[in-house]
T-cell receptor, first 111, second 116 residues
Framework: RKEVEQDPGPFNVPEGATVAFNCTYS??????FFWYRQDCRKEPKLLMS???SGNEDGRFTAQLNRASQYISLLIRDSKLSDSATYLC????????????FGTGTRLTIIP | DAGVTQSPTHLIKTRGQQVTLRCSPI?????VSWYQQVLGQGPQFIFQ???????GRGNFPDRFSARQFPNYSSELNVNALLLGDSALYLC???????????????FGEGSWLTVV
């Protein structure tokens, strides 16, 4: 079983729609949680950190449920520029900077 | 300021050969981590080096090795290449050994390795 599991998609969503991604993690020692975005053939870039209280950044909302070991990302009013692969990421903070990535969910916004 | 720079950007090697990939971190960053990203998968952690010392190692065979130099640049070496080593190799730079804010971790554009 992978340490971070995501639905690989692809998700094909019309422009303006709301799309939700889910992720589960198995390592209970995980202490930090993130969503990264990766464009085709490019490096991953931090989209946002995820906190138990939930956090919002413009059209993006992330939520963490530590009890269920579940992370979510909601994108509202999707834009063509949101087309990318979204990677769910955890970090244990145990003496190193190891980031554990999910497989990624590929999103295509359709005009 | 320059971002994380990696070289070469693309290379093709034959099975059994050896490859060396290079990474220069952002100025002021002392930590370098290496990741392997196979097509269709997320990046997988290979190594982290901080102040020239190994701080973490992922689940990779001994054919993979790395080192960090006094100027904080790093090399990743892979010996006896297999077809399955074909991947994007990413370098990540950060200021500290662990627990640094994620917004201070930057990835390079990667080195695309094809093994034939």
């Amino acid at each position: 079983r992978k340490e971070v599991e995501q639905d690989p998609g692809p998700f094909n969503v019309p422009e303006g729609a709301t799309v939700a991604f889910n992720c589960t993690y198995s390592n209970s020692a995980s202490q930090s949680f993130f969503w990264y975005r990766q464009d085709c053939r490019k490096e991953p870039k931090l989209l946002m950190s995820v906190y138990s209280s939930g956090n919002e950044d413009g059209r993006f909302t992330a939520q963490l449920n530590r009890a269920s070991q579940y992370i979510s990302l909601l994108i509202r009013d999707s834009k063509l520029s949101d087309s990318a692969t979204y990677l769910c990421v955890t970090r244990s903070n145990f003496g190193n900077e190891k980031l554990t990535f999910g497989t990624g969910t590929r999103l295509t916004i359709i005009p | 300021d320059a971002g994380v720079t990696q070289s070469p950007t693309h290379l093709i090697k034959t099975r059994g050969q050896q490859v060396t990939l290079r990474c220069s971190p952002i100025s002021g960053h002392k930590s370098v981590s290496w990741y392997q990203q196979v097509l269709g998968q997320g990046p997988q952690f290979i190594f982290q080096y901080y102040e020239k010392e190994e701080r973490g190692r992922g689940n990779f065979p001994d054919r993979f090795s790395a080192r960090q130099f006094p100027n904080y640049s790093s090399e990743l070496n892979v010996n006896a290449l297999l077809l399955g080593d074909s991947a994007l190799y990413l370098c990540a730079s950060s200021p500290g050994p662990h627990g640094t804010p994620a917004r201070t971790i930057y990835f390079g554009e990667g080195s695309w390795l094809t093994v034939v």
